[in-house]
């Protein structure tokens, strides 16, 4: 091999293994301007050594002044050896100045600047923000339209835990879900193990199997003999490259804080370590505009929490949430009996009637969002983790169409991820393997590309043989394969011709774009083979 070609081939390497780093930008507290972009994650680094005091709970913040004048409080946080980190990121473009407070002599009182540009990098919009003037929908903060499409992967931060130089199974899955559409992934701080009966064949496929792990853990010591008496930066350090990860691929991270059903040994509730752990937590990932807060995944359902104690964290949390990151809770009864005290609605329901039942809800909170986190729609796999109601990847796949034509977002899962069995390169298994349908939710996600989501409404009274979404010029309707015939009288009450064309939900492919002048019934070109989507324009209105 020639001397350039070896030269390439390094320099080659080293971009891909970069490109699996993940790294946060760090700058040294200076008095000197350093320049960021504008929402590119920043930690500004201090020096100070703490003797017989708890590091992780001294109150240490930093006060910014945004080139307009205004003020933002951010906290910072102990990151281990006598280091600390204020982590910041901005929206607006210009001059930034901040000055450090502190109770401990060393960290108070330091004086700084950051040049904020207009630049971006890898297409970053901002943080994901409500806009009152459409409160039903999430956008990004640079205005555009954001169609949430959610995956659950419970223990993605552990996929990569153990490599220290890189992320390479994490990177791959995240890039196959972000090739397919998807632009969320409903993940745990930290999950242990599941109480369910494992699969017998994960036996013969250990690399398979994240639950258990015996050095993995949130605070000093492990999940079986927990030291609450610290945090263990190592492991948050390590999720720092996750969430950056992310962060570099545009896909959010739907944290959720706790959960209760994954056997983790957690501190009694608003005890100091729980305190301490909570307000670490959101010091920690706050500024990342990819981070959107679930207090904990189904916070009522275990007996452990009530009301008043996720209320209590709700306000903690917003307390140092100094980016203000959208704020659930994933437990529909809780949302319903507060819903003024979350950013948006959470709703799992696995009932057959799910479509009229997110209509309702779309109805009933015409002030902000609503998510269907939990649809009951467990995609098969080689492997029969949690099976829930459904399993087939086509009844999976309509139950999110039907959120979606009820007006709301949803989520998707896939047994061999979504929770302790985690297959992050599916589709490079041998033969056999019962591989995700993933593509599916690339043809949904590339029809609500085409067609802002933000724009529509469901229309009920249209639905016919078909659940109707509606926008001021088009029409979309959800078809089942079982329709024989979509009857479209209607539609020439208004208008004296229409344009037609069908997407397959299943392959993504669209029929020809057909001009209608004359009353008719619509035939789906996959009856009986694909549920499909009719979309419609109106082309000539009745005078």
Same mark, same amino acid.
């Given at each position: 091999m020639s001397t350039i070609k070896q030269f390439v081939f390094v320099l080659l390497g080293l971009i891909y293994f970069n490109s699996l780093q993940a790294e946060i930008k760090t700058v040294k507290h200076s008095k000197k301007n350093n320049t960021i972009k504008k929402w590119e994650v920043v930690d500004i680094a201090f020096k100070a050594d703490v003797k017989n005091q708890n590091p992780f709970v001294i109150d240490f913040v930093a006060q910014f002044t945004d080139p307009n004048g205004k003020v933002q409080i951010v906290p910072g946080f102990y990151n281990g050896a006598g280091n600390w980190v204020v982590r910041f990121s901005a929206s607006v473009a210009g001059v930034w100045t901040y000055e450090t407070r502190s109770e401990i002599k060393t960290l108070n009182g330091k004086k700084g600047k950051l040049v904020v540009s207009n630049e971006t990098s890898n297409e970053h919009k901002g943080g994901i923000v409500l806009n009152p003037e459409k409160p039903r929908n999430f956008f990004y903060e640079n205005g555009e339209s954001y169609f949430l499409t959610a995956f659950e992967c419970d223990w993605l931060y552990a996929l990569d835990y153990h490599n220290q130089e890189a992320l390479p199974k994490t990177d791959h899955l995240l890039n196959l879900l972000h090739e397919n559409g998807f632009n969320q992934v409903v993940m745990n701080v930290f999950s242990y193990d599941v109480s369910w009966k494992k699969d017998d064949e994960l036996k013969e496929h250990p690399e398979h199997e994240y639950g258990a792990p015996k050095d993995i853990f949130p605070f000093l010591g492990n999940n079986e003999n927990p030291d609450y008496s610290s945090l263990n930066?190592?492991?948050?350090?390590?999720l720092d490259r996750t969430i950056a990860l992310m962060h570099d691929k545009n896909?959010?991270?739907h944290l959720m804080i706790y959960v209760w059903n994954k056997l983790v040994a957690w501190p009694e509730m608003n005890s100091d370590a729980d305190n301490m752990y909570y307000d670490y937590v959101v010091k920690r990932y706050g500024a990342f505009p990819n981070v959107m807060w679930d207090v904990s995944k189904e916070a009522l359902y275990y007996g452990r929490a009530d009301d008043a104690y996720i209320l209590e964290r709700i306000k903690r949390l917003r307390e140092n949430n100094s980016f203000n990151r959208l704020v659930t809770v994933h437990d529909y009864g809780f949302c319903k009996r507060h819903a003024e005290s979350v950013d948006f609605i959470s709703r799992q329901d696995w009932t057959y009637s799910l479509y009229t039942n997110m209509l309702d809800d779309y109805n009933k909170y015409s002030d902000k969002p609503v998510f269907n986190i939990e649809h009951g729609g467990y995609e098969e796999s080689p492997y029969e983790v949690f099976t829930g109601s459904y399993v087939n990847a086509e009844t999976c796949l309509k139950r999110n169409y039907q959120c979606v034509f009820a007006g709301v977002y949803s989520t998707y899962y896939w047994q061999a991820a979504s929770w302790n069995v985690v297959v992050y390169n599916p589709y490079e298994q041998e033969e056999g393997f019962i591989k995700p349908k993933f593509e599916y939710f690339k043809y949904m996600t590339s029809l609500f590309s085409k067609f802002d989501f933000s724009k529509f409404k469901p229309t009920p009274w249209h639905n016919q043989a078909g659940y109707c979404l509606k926008s001021d010029d088009t029409y979309l309707f959800y078809v089942p394969k079982d329709t024989y015939k979509f009857r479209g009288e209607f539609l020439f009450?208004?208008? %004296? @011709?229409?344009?037609?064309?069908?997407m397959n939900t299943l392959s993504g492919e669209y029929s020809e774009l057909l001009?209608?002048?004359?009353?008719?019934d619509f %035939? @789906?070109?996959w009856y009986n083979k694909a549920d499909a989507v009719l979309i419609i324009k109106p082309t000539n209105k009745n005078k």
């Open positions: 930066v190592e492991f948050f350090k390590k896909i959010v991270s009450k208004e208008n %004296e @011709s229409i344009s037609l064309q069908w001009n209608v002048n004359k009353k008719q %035939e @789906s070109p």
